[in-house]
T-cell receptor
Framework: DAKTTQPPSMDCAEGRAANLPCNHSTISGNEYVYWYRQIHSQGPQYIIHGLKNNETNEMASLIITEDRKSSTLILPHATLRDTAVYYCIAARNDYKLSFGAGTTVTVRA | DTEVTQTPKHLVMGMTNKKSLKCEQHMGHRAMYWYKQKAKKPPELMFVYSYEKLSINESVPSRFSPECPNSSLLNLHLHALQPEDSALYLC?????????????FGPGTRLTVL
């Protein structure tokens, strides 16, 4: 699976959009981008995934660049409950996930 | 019921003890997973069961012995562990019906080996 690179941490203001970048420059054509998050003291939680088209669900939007070398997870209106570690994973499927270091997102009031 | 339950929540054991971790789900998932997570590190996949058969073992030492007695239950038997095995052990489950099968995680068992 392709390696992903994420900033170690970022802050965002409550009520504002949080844009989380992920670099996956060696991603292959059959690898998807998956996002999971882990709130403190809980197990990881699936957020969204995509191949090349932008995707949106009730939790977030995923924007993948045309060359697929990077992507951005957007939390449209961050709340304090969105404070978590966010993991970007490139994989052919989500049967065997390899979590990287992730981004620690802190939402501030 | 969209929950994965794990027992116990906390476990302290000596290096000569034998203990077991238990994971249960009632979502009809036929894939179940064990992950290990050290403090401030990401989860690391240990084992994957598919249709109650072991399909992936990520070169885990034999002192960790998984078992899937039925489609709802997953155990992790522990024997002769080392202090460096202290970690949060996470269980997850998912369908196996398509390429994308969201994994549902339990809250984990925090294990301390003395």
């Amino acid at each position: 699976d392709a390696k992903t690179t994420q900033p170690p941490s970022m802050d965002c203001a409550e009520g504002r959009a949080a844009n989380l970048p992920c670099n996956h420059s060696t991603i292959s054509g059959n690898e998807y981008v998956y996002w999971y998050r882990q709130i403190h003291s809980q197990g990881p939680q699936y957020i969204i995934h995509g191949l090349k088209n932008n995707e949106t669900n009730e939790m977030a939007s995923l924007i993948i660049t045309e060359d697929r070398k990077s992507s951005t997870l957007i939390l449209p209106h961050a709340t304090l409950r969105d404070t978590a570690v966010y993991y970007c994973i490139a994989a052919r499927n989500d049967y065997k996930l390899s979590f990287g270091a992730g981004t620690t997102v802190t939402v501030r009031a | 019921d969209t929950e994965v339950t794990q027992t116990p929540k906390h476990l302290v054991m000596g290096m000569t003890n034998k203990k077991s971790l238990k994971c249960e789900q009632h979502m009809g998932h036929r894939a179940m997973y064990w992950y290990k997570q050290k403090a401030k590190k990401p989860p690391e996949l240990m084992f994957v069961y598919s249709y109650e058969k072991l399909s992936i073992n990520e070169s885990v030492p034999s002192r960790f012995s998984p078992e899937c007695p039925n489609s709802s239950l997953l155990n992790l038997h522990l024997h002769a562990l080392q202090p460096e095995d202290s970690a949060l052990y996470l269980c997850a489950s998912s369908h196996v019906t398509s390429v994308h099968n969201e994994q549902f995680f339990g809250p984990g068992t925090r294990l301390t080996v003395l």
